[in-house]
């Protein structure tokens, strides 16, 4: 038998086959250890700039503002500074100025022959920042800012007052121009001055550093750091098309994000009267955290909300660890606050409800934050999300229980969220069901047959019995007829999924053919008129009282547009001889007893139990027909549309005490009607 291996071109006899074919006579060219090149200094930044900020278009260029604004900052977050100058220079360079410490001009140990400053600007991993002696916390960890900066600068110019003396070195292109240079004394003055201009080899002859973006960066860590003033200059040629960019500016935040939320919601309107703001911080500086939230109904988009992140004052544009704690905070604070309320509307909430409309902000300082990449636009740091959960759940929990009316609101509005997205996604999936199937009708529909929907008319009538008379008494061709059983939700007061799964309110809106809540289209309504029509009793007034609720919540368009309608059939029967009249209430049936029949000893006076009970014939005569009957329409002016919505809430909330109070305050109007 002969071995398969030696026919298979992975068979141990083609070894030396694969080897000569691997590095065959014909191949293109040699690789050696001349081949491998050893960047050194500062080269490979210029070579592989993504790399380090992240691309050569204009947010990357950007960034070299953002790692030299970062250090200013780090001495003022570290208690060294307390401004900072920001100004823009006519050719294109801008400059930033601290009054901090001043960066060390005295020789490296490691680079005798080098200042601390010089191995700062041409050094990669080279800084103050790795120990934590000099910074508790810091936005430059990897010691690369100020290199990076001056690699990709055309030039870039430091100056430094440090114990009495100016010190001044230029650079360009990372490369220096000459030694450190003593410039003489200057007193008690300190600081550091950075001047650089963006190399157009890297980013473009046209590209250029937009006064605009900057103010806007300068501004973002002004709010970060309430204790630091920002002092922004700007020729004016630089901005005369631009009328938002200020030439002067004093940016100065007392109540830091508070005040930045402020600004970006501006005139919109949020749930809260107050938003939920604060800072704190661990002892020992073992960390802090600042934070604003607020809700909004509108102004942003369909999911109304947005966060933003800081890390010792550096943007993470993609969230972190610090994000999650903060959410954490919130949603697990409003879960609580719901459970001690009973408010069992929650049951249904995610955190998507939560925060698809809240405008917030967060900003940490930490020891050694751990971010995800050298841009650090995400933080990965654990601890974080424990600080922030930590430090922000106590006073979430005591704001809301201070705030109870707020608290309130804002549960409400959380919860219509989850109840909106469970209708979205109920919808949807029938959406899905009628592109494969025709969508059946509720089985228990008497339709009308006009496709039409001008001139047509749904009666929702209480129970089968009372169906049953009505799709007697019907005009086929423009009324039809839908029963409904008992009585349905109070959608007021009941939880989210509740809605959702009630089949009573499934089957009226596919009847009607529209959506409900927000997806409502009044052109998709499949009726001229929705009429509602209950007995003429105390049990017909709540059942036509819940359904009004429904249609004024969850369909207020078909309210307004003035399509609703109630009916009004008859409770009693009066008949004397061959003579018959029908009387709504009692007090019609005395009115007719006296005029129309002299209150005689034989006149019949019969009460109908309910509209079951009723021949098809009396109930078309009496409150179907459209010659006879008569109907009351449901009307919702805009302007006593916030009265409104407190009557309803008042009256179908779970509130007992409001009804209470109403009663107590109404009560007299009843007695004075009954005398």
């Not at 410490?101 to 050094?123: N, Q, Y």
């Not at 973006?213 to 973002?220: G, H, K, N, P, V």
């Not at 804002?410 to 109840?419: D, H, K, P, S, T």
């Not at 409502?520 to 819940?546: N, S």
Request: contains cysteine; proline residues 5%; charged residues 30%.
């Amino acid at each position: 038998m002969s071995d398969s291996r030696d026919k298979h071109p992975m068979g141990k006899a083609k070894t030396a086959d694969l080897l000569s074919f691997t590095a065959p006579d014909s191949a293109p060219g040699s690789y050696s250890a001349q081949d491998i090149e050893v960047l050194e200094g500062l080269e490979p930044v210029r070579r592989r700039p993504g790399m380090y900020i992240g691309g050569t278009d204009a947010r990357a260029m950007h960034h070299l503002f953002a790692e030299v604004l970062d250090n200013a900052m780090d001495e003022a977050v570290a208690g060294h500074a307390k401004s900072i100058d920001v100004l823009l220079r006519d050719d294109g360079a801008v400059t930033v100025i601290d009054d901090g410490r001043g960066i060390p001009v005295d020789a490296h140990p490691r680079f005798p022959t080098k200042s601390a400053l010089e191995v700062i600007f041409t050094v990669l991993h080279a800084g103050g920042k790795f120990s934590g002696k000099a910074y508790q916390t810091a936005g430059g960890l990897h010691g690369v800012g100020a290199s990076v900066v001056n690699a990709l600068s055309e030039r870039l110019d430091v100056e430094v007052r440090r114990n009495g003396r100016l010190w001044a070195q230029s650079f360009s292109r990372g490369e220096p121009q000459g030694s450190l240079r003593d410039l003489g004394p200057v007193g008690a003055r300190r600081g550091t001055a950075v001047t650089f201009k963006p190399d157009p080899q890297i980013f473009g002859a046209e590209a250029h550093l937009e006064p605009r973006r900057l103010f806007a960066m300068a501004r973002s860590k002004a709010y970060l750091h309430r204790g630091v003033e920002i002092r922004w200059r700007c020729p004016a040629a630089l901005v005369a098309s631009d009328e938002t960019t200020p030439t002067e500016a004093v940016l100065k935040f007392p109540n830091g994000l508070a005040d930045h939320l402020t600004e970006i919601m501006g005139a919109r309107a949020a749930i809260t009267a107050d938003m939920f703001s604060g800072r704190l911080a661990r002892e020992a500086g073992a960390g802090s955290v600042e934070w604003a939230i607020a809700w909004t109904g509108a102004g942003f988009g369909d999911d109304d909300g947005f966060f933003r992140s800081y890390c010792n004052t550096i943007p993470t544009p993609q969230g972190g660890t610090h994000e999650q704690g903060f959410r954490a905070a919130i949603a697990k604070g409003l879960k609580a606050h719901a459970d001690l309320v009973g408010d069992k509307r929650f049951a249904n909430v995610i955190p998507d409800d939560v925060f698809g409309a809240a405008a917030g902000l967060v900003s940490v300082f930490i020891r050694d934050p751990e971010f995800q990449g050298q841009t650090k636009d995400k933080l990965s740091s654990p601890d974080a999300a424990r600080l922030v959960e930590s430090l922000v759940r106590d006073p979430f929990d005591h704001w809301l229980a201070g705030k109870p009316k707020e608290a309130e609101k804002l549960l409400g509005f959380v919860a219509q969220r989850a109840e909106d997205r469970l209708r979205r996604r109920k919808e949807r999936e029938v959406a899905r069901a009628s592109a494969t199937r025709k969508l059946r009708l509720p089985g228990k529909l008497a339709d009308c047959t006009r496709d039409d929907a001008m001139g047509t008319e749904i009666f929702l009538v209480e129970g089968d019995s009372a169906g049953g008379s009505a799709k007697q008494a019907r005009d086929r061709d423009t009324q039809a007829v839908l029963p409904l059983r008992g009585k349905i939700l109070n959608v007021q007061s009941a939880a989210a999924g509740k809605l959702t799964g009630n089949q009573e309110l499934s089957d009226l809106a596919l009847a009607l053919g529209v959506a409900s809540g927000k997806a409502f289209d009044l052109d998709k309504l499949r009726y001229e008129r929705v009429i509602i029509m209950t007995d003429a009793d105390v049990d017909g007034a709540h059942i036509a009282a819940l359904l009004i609720t429904f249609f004024f919540k969850e369909m207020p368009g078909l309210v307004r547009a003035g399509r609703l309608f109630l009916a009004q059939p008859p409770l009693f029967r009066l008949s004397l001889g061959a003579k018959s009249v029908y009387a709504r209430d009692e007090a019609e049936r005395d009115r007719l007893a006296r005029e129309m029949f002299k209150n005689s000893p034989k006149l019949e006076i019969g009460r109908f139990k309910g509209l079951g009970e009723m021949m098809p014939q009396q109930l078309r005569e009496t409150t179907m027909a459209r010659k006879s009957r008569t109907l009351a329409r449901v009307a919702l002016p805009a302007e006593e549309l916030p009265d409104a919505e407190n009557l309803v809430e008042t009256l179908m909330g779970k509130r007992a005490e409001l009804r209470f109070r109403f009663i107590q305050d109404n009560a007299r109007f009843v007695d004075a009607v009954d005398a």
